[in-house]
């Protein structure tokens, strides 16, 4: 941080981002250094065949290129070593390096052309040892150039010349400026164009170019203030990892050892609410079909499938099973999944487009509920609804307050009530069975389809629960989470990413890599080095300050867009790393929340052997605050695949489990 500035416009790598890249070619480079100096003094007294005349001089000029070459990028990757992120001032040279390494390019493909022109032409007669090797160095040469090429591709960034215009070149910005204004509309439309690409297999229509136009205008608006390379937020998480790595074990491990005597109305709640909930989780692991059920059956589902998957869709009548699935593979694994038989299947939908998810209506005989799963992310159209995360308007009758819900699940959840209702497959269930219960259920963006349509429902359907197992964290706004705690139980899994994932946590997030990059007095270098190593053998986490010195806050509060201010010069990017985002900022509004009362499950340290120890969780009731800021660990997506929360929850419920003292849950219940 900030980005590389070189040939009139910003690059989405940093001058310090060049190391590894640059040491792995240095390493390469050498190897064919050694190689060609090798077959050259073995050779030099055999080069009498046809065009053998040529060689010595081809083999020395490209001794003397690759040695020129290897200077080059030892000199690189030397400077790209110095400074730290936030302290470009060393590595103010890399521009002109790397001008220098692009002219060496020119001479480059010359002598490959040569090389090539030669092997081609004039190799009769020459030694095979000498012929292959010139034909190895050729090749080698095309593709050094065509990886280089591929570089380029991947850190040209579209907007690089927009930014160094709007953010180096005046001398005060303002982000309401005209200029500012029009370069963040550019931004949106790049980021539109980039969605589209790599949506370029999903259907064209209004709702879809929605969705781009609007995420586009998210993830620009969220990039906007700052001057991140990818580079920057992998060393940032890095460093935040290890940091809260280090405050969980000063806290040792959320004192486990429980002193406070627990109301055992409490206790009694959340032993009822975690076996009901072990129970719902098969309909939201059931749902995703056939692609979960072999990732968790690997080695006997597949059989179990192919065995029984055309039988299964020709006995489901045709009029009640919507989408694709001829074979019949994600209506057998529903029901081997549930346990359930064919005739207690009402309704099933494998229907997917953005704001249209997969959902079925089901019975369940053992609980006396009419159960309505939906399933959670598997495509790309479900990845368009996650991120059209705005807010949106959702009014409820006797709710008063600013009531607002995630647009694109809201919308996902508006358009299964009107299959339920106007389609009538609701009436159709209570039809068969009209002494059961409601319940809705779900996972990932399942969950939070299925609490909003609970919240659309418990008006006609007052006695209706829902499970919501990992929903998203910037689902309701304050009032609506605070209504639905009375028919809503959400259930997170340790370190999950998904329910901490809002746009407020996000931008949180963002500030953090911001303060701890400007506060690490380390090259990145060193920083990814450790980071990696830290991830794959453990070890003890760095030491950090637990506040800046005043050094460091100043630091922290200069200007983070454009190279020149971190040199000493006066900066042209915005005023300082803000409290807030720009007020016309999506990230900029009212923060939102999980829904209903939550059931928090965290792993136990582990007592054993690193092999062969089983792991233990404990689970206790928990509260909003808890999930308000994203926790860095390669658990953060372990744990919210659905296959193992439903394990966790068969086994809390197959032995006593142990619960924390709920602290925040009595402060605001009671005891009772």
């Avoid at 190897?31 to 030099?44: A, C, H, K, P, Q």
């Avoid at 990757?77 to 521009?95: K, L």
């Avoid at 429980?258 to 129970?279: F, K």
């Avoid at 054993?608 to 605050?625: L, P, R, V």
């Amino acid at each position: 941080m900030p980005g590389l500035v070189a040939f009139g416009r910003r690059w989405t790598l940093g001058s310090d981002d060049l190391v590894f890249p640059v040491a792995f070619e240095l390493l390469l480079r050498v190897l064919w250094w050694i190689g060609i100096l090798v077959l050259y003094l073995t050779n030099r007294d055999q080069f009498d065949c046809k065009g053998g005349g040529f060689l010595p001089s081809y083999l020395i000029v490209l001794l003397v290129l690759l040695a020129a070459i290897i200077l080059a990028l030892l000199v690189i990757a030397c400077v790209s070593m110095q400074g730290t992120i936030t302290n470009p001032g060393p590595r103010r040279y890399t521009p002109i390096l790397i001008y220098i390494r692009t002219t060496l390019y020119l001479p480059e493909l010359v002598w490959a052309v040569m090389g090539a022109v030669w092997v081609n032409d004039k190799s009769e007669g020459c030694a095979s040892s000498i012929v292959n090797t010139i034909t190895i160095a050729v090749i080698a040469s095309w593709v050094f150039l065509f990886f280089t090429i591929v570089a380029v591709l991947v850190f040209f960034d579209p907007l690089g010349r927009c930014m160094r215009l709007n953010f180096v070149t005046s001398r005060v910005h303002n982000l309401e400026s005209s200029d500012s204004i029009q370069a963040k509309s550019v931004a949106a439309r790049v980021w539109e164009y980039r969605l589209k690409l790599l949506c370029c297999c999903i259907m064209k229509d209004a709702d879809n170019r929605s969705a781009f136009t609007n995420i586009g205008e998210l993830l620009s608006a969220f990039f906007v203030d700052t001057d991140l390379v990818p580079g920057d937020i992998a060393a940032g998480l890095t460093l935040l990892h290890q940091e809260q790595d280090k405050s969980e074990q000063s806290q040792d491990l959320e004192e486990v050892a429980c002193t406070i005597p627990q109301p055992q109305s409490v206790a009694e709640e959340l032993d009822i609410e975690l076996e009901n909930s072990a129970h719902y989780a098969q309909y939201a692991v059931a749902v995703y079909g056939w692609p979960l059920y072999i990732f968790s059956h690997p080695c006997t589902g597949p059989c179990k499938l192919s065995r029984n998957c055309m039988c299964c869709r020709s006995q489901f009548p045709e009029q009640d099973i919507v989408g694709g699935d001829q074979l019949g593979c994600n209506f057998n694994s529903m029901l081997q999944t549930t346990g359930l038989q064919y005739r207690d299947f009402i309704h099933v939908s494998f229907h997917n487009k953005i704001y249209e998810i997969p959902f079925f209506v089901a019975l369940d005989h053992k609980k006396e509920a009419v159960v309505v799963a939906v399933r959670g992310t598997l495509s790309l159209e479900d990845a368009l609804t996650d991120l059209s995360a705005e807010r949106e308007t959702l009014p409820v009758d006797g709710v008063t307050g600013e009531c607002l819900a995630h647009k694109g699940i809201l919308q996902a959840a508006c358009y299964i009530h009107k299959k339920l209702i106007k389609e009538g497959i609701l009436n159709q269930a209570f039809e068969v069975v009209p002494e059961y219960k409601l319940v809705i259920t779900g996972h990932s963006l399942g969950a939070g389809a299925a609490s909003i349509l609970a919240i659309l429902l418990h008006t006609s359907f007052p006695e209706l629960r829902c499970y919501a197992f990992s929903p998203p964290g910037g689902l309701l706004s304050k009032c609506l989470a605070d209504y639905s705690r009375g028919f809503i139980i959400s259930v997170v899994l340790g370190k999950d990413l998904i329910p901490r994932l809002s746009l407020a946590n996000v931008e949180d997030l963002k500030r953090r890599i911001l303060k701890i990059v400007a506060q690490s007095n380390r090259p990145k270098y060193q920083i990814l080095l450790r980071g990696c190593w830290y991830e794959v053998f453990g070890g003890d986490p760095d030491n950090f300050p637990s506040e800046l010195d005043d050094g460091q806050q100043k630091q922290l509060t200069q200007p983070l867009l454009a190279e020149q201010n971190l040199m000493g010069h006066r900066s042209a990017s915005y005023t300082s790393i803000a409290d807030e985002s720009p007020s016309d900022s999506p990230f900029h509004g009212p923060q939102l929340f999980l829904p209903g009362k939550i059931i928090y499950i965290v792993k136990e340290p582990s007592a054993g052997s690193f092999c062969f120890s089983q792991a233990k969780y404990h689970a206790s009731w928990s509260d909003a605050s808890s999930f308000s800021n994203i926790l860095i660990s390669p658990r953060m997506i372990t744990d919210h695949m659905p296959d193992l929360l439903f394990d966790v929850l068969k086994d809390l419920t197959q032995e006593a489990p142990f619960i924390l003292c709920p602290t925040s849950y009595i402060a605001e219940n009671g005891a009772h």
